[in-house]
């Protein structure tokens, strides 16, 4: 009974399955298209399925859960005005119809509750009268259903009595009350009373469940017994004309529970039995006690990323390139690109996609995502820069101002050599000449990159700034020095 887990998902459980590889997958790794089975992203080759019921929580671990079903207000309000009607009427001359009317009207919401866990709804849905009127010969039935199996147990009484084998008795009962819930899901599914007994349908259920069947039986035993024991204790502490009311609640709601946990089964092992139960099981329906931490990554990105953990490295770049070409805005599988052009060590190819992915930023306005993307990069390579003087200087302009100065420094950094019609260098080496003198307190290195921004650029914008700033400069230090 222990659950395959997905390789890149420990605490998630596997949906698919790939023979080749020997990897598991998971609904947040393997998305199939319509009805389509998918393919292994590594190899090619097509996934088998792994059966729902490794997916779905299995049934003895929401044991509580099944208990808590009928305390929702949906079932609770059933109940409550069920046995309202069996109170007010019972005593009188339509006792005997208001409980069988009741009776049957339970009995059919105890297969809707069925029928919808066996679907997947795991609460209630609202109530509506389509759920009691539409197919109103279930409850009917079903309780013919229980009649033949007490009458076969009676004839096999009788019979064994009559050759004097008392074990034909026994035999025949312990069969008939071990498949009697396999009888319940065969007539919620198939609506027939005739497929309800079918032995081929029961042998079916019970080896498509396994060894879990017996798990079943054994917690539908003690939820019966516990509803017998409730149903004792209480009668001893309260008057006898509650008797009727207050039994039948406590039955009510034991078997709507059991009712739950029987639809549960049948929503676990549905592939297995084979039903046709038209569901679609993903892990995002795992009832957890906490959060696992797991978030789900861009569906583009999974097959890349589980390439790269295979060490794909190749194939996963040529997607990565791929999906970059078709969406040259979408910052995340730029992001990743970078990341692995870094971890491949391919320093030109890193360098050219750093200055288009940090100058695609800026161009979104998207300042401080451009940044730490800048900082990251120039971690990995030093020697890194943005490809127009534009971006360079703006840049700098942004980490001058969170107080990264010596980035700053970096970026415009022989920004005349690399551009040298650039027409705002002075406005960019009087930033240089700034952060010289007041950073490193290095005046006179500053005040010879102003003299060469006046000898070089003397008609360009921003260099009144610059002569402004050389006085300055100079009435500085020739104070300091007196």
């Known amino acids: 009974m222990s659950q395959i887990a997905c390789k890149y998902h420990y605490d998630l459980p596997a949906r698919w399955s790939c023979h080749s590889c020997c990897i598991n997958f998971c609904t947040n790794c393997v998305k199939p298209h319509q009805d389509e089975i998918p393919h292994c992203v590594v190899c090619g080759e097509q996934l088998t399925v792994v059966g729902a019921e490794n997916v779905v929580l299995p049934f003895w671990q929401r044991l509580h859960y099944f208990f808590m079903y009928p305390i929702n207000a949906v079932p609770m309000g059933i109940m409550v005005l069920l046995v309202a009607v069996i109170a007010a009427f019972g005593n009188t001359l339509f006792g005997i119809l208001a409980v069988v009317l009741s009776i049957l009207v339970f009995m059919k919401y105890a ?21 009691i009127t539409r197919d109103l010969e279930l409850p009917f039935k ?160 999974v097959d890349i ?16 390139e791929k999906l970059i070409a078709l969406q040259p805005s979408d910052m995340h599988a730029r992001g990743y690109y970078q990341k692995l052009l870094h971890l491949l ?64 420094m970096h970026l415009l950094n022989n920004l005349h050599k690399d551009h040298p019609t650039y027409s705002e260098i002075p406005e960019a080496y009087l930033m240089v000449a700034q952060i010289m003198s007041d950073q490193f307190n290095q005046d006179d290195k500053a005040i010879n ?18 002569r402004e700033y050389l006085g300055i400069l100079k009435s500085v230090t020739q104070s300091e020095k007196f």
């Not at 946990?261 to 569901?279: A, C």
């Not at 990159?449 to 610059?466: S, T």
Request: glycine share 4%.
């Open 111 to 131: 297969y809707v509750v069925l029928e919808d866990t066996s679907h997947g709804y795991l609460s209630p849905r609202a109530f509506s009268l389509e759920m």
């Open 142 to 301: 079903h309780i013919l259903n229980i009649f033949l199996i007490i009458a076969l147990n009676y004839m096999a009484y009788n019979y064994s009595r009559e050759i004097e084998y008392e074990y034909l008795f026994y035999i025949t009962l312990f069969t008939t009350l071990f498949f009697l819930p396999t009888s319940v899901m065969v007539l919620a599914v198939k609506h027939s009373f005739t497929s309800a007994f079918n032995p081929w349908l029961h042998f079916h259920i019970v080896k498509s469940i396994g060894v879990a069947y017996v798990l079943l039986y054994v917690f539908l035993f003690m939820m019966l017994s516990s509803a017998a024991a409730a149903i004792y204790y209480i009668n001893q502490l309260i008057p006898a004309e509650f008797y009727l009311g207050i039994d039948v609640f406590i039955s009510m709601f034991f078997l709507l529970s059991i009712f739950n946990m029987l639809g549960y089964v049948l929503y676990q092992y549905h592939e297995k039995i084979g039903f046709g139960i038209d569901i679609e099981v993903s892990s995002s329906q795992l009832e957890t006690a906490g959060d696992s931490g797991f978030k789900l990554r861009m569906p583009a990105m």
């Open 305 to 320: 990323e589980i390439l790269v953990q295979e060490g794909e490295y190749s194939q996963a770049m040529k997607r990565l």
């Open 345 to 408: 060590g391919n320093v030109d190819e890193a360098r050219k996609h750093c200055a288009d992915f940090v100058g695609r930023l800026m161009d979104e306005k998207k300042i401080t995502q451009a940044m730490k993307v800048f900082i990251a990069c120039y971690k990995q390579d030093p020697d890194i820069t943005l490809a127009r003087p534009s971006q360079r200087l703006a840049m700098a302009s942004a980490f001058v101002n969170s107080g990264k100065h010596r980035l700053a």
């Open 449 to 466: 990159i102003l003299h060469f921004v006046l000898d070089r650029y003397p008609q360009n914008k921003g260099i009144e700034e610059v």
